[in-house]
C-alpha cells in the first residue's frame, strides 16, 4: 500500500508557475508508473499527464501538452508537475496517482490507478 501526499498549490496570475509534488511513502516508489489528473468543479476528472517507471517515458494531455512537464525522483519517491503559462482553465483540484499496469493503454485512464493522493487546489486567475 502506497500513501501519496501533494504539495505546491495555490494561487496564480494567469500566465505564471506553478510546480506541484507528490511524496509516496509504503511502497517501491519506481515500480509504480505514476500520473497527474485534475477535476474541476462540476466537471469530470480528467487526465493530465504520466511518467512511466524509469522517467523515460512521459504522456500528455493535448490541453497541457508544451506548457506542463511531468518528472520524478526515484531517490526521493517524489514525482513532480511543473506548470507554466498557466490558464484560468487549469483551476482544479490536482491530484497524483499511482499505477501498477504494464501498457500505455492503462497509463490514461484513473480507473487503472491503485493509489490516490488526496489533491491540491490549483487556481488560476484571469
Known amino acids: 500500500q502506497v500513501q501519496l501526499v501533494e504539495s505546491g498549490g495555490g494561487l496564480v496570475q494567469g500566465g505564471g508557475s506553478l510546480r506541484l509534488s507528490c511524496a509516496a511513502s509504503g511502497g517501491t516508489f519506481r515500480t509504480y508508473v505514476m500520473g497527474w489528473f485534475r477535476q474541476a468543479p462540476g466537471k469530470e476528472r480528467e487526465f493530465v499527464a504520466a511518467?512511466?517507471?524509469?522517467?523515460?517515458?512521459?504522456y500528455y494531455a493535448d490541453s497541457v501538452k508544451g506548457r506542463f512537464t511531468i518528472s520524478r525522483d526515484n531517490a526521493k519517491n517524489t514525482v513532480y508537475l511543473q506548470m507554466n503559462s498557466l490558464k484560468p482553465v487549469d483551476t482544479a483540484v490536482y491530484a497524483c496517482a499511482a499505477n501498477t499496469y504494464y501498457g500505455t493503454t492503462y497509463y490514461l485512464a484513473g480507473n487503472y490507478y491503485a493509489y490516490w493522493g488526496q489533491g491540491t487546489q490549483v487556481t488560476v486567475s484571469s
Open positions: 511518467i512511466s517507471r524509469s522517467g523515460g517515458a512521459t
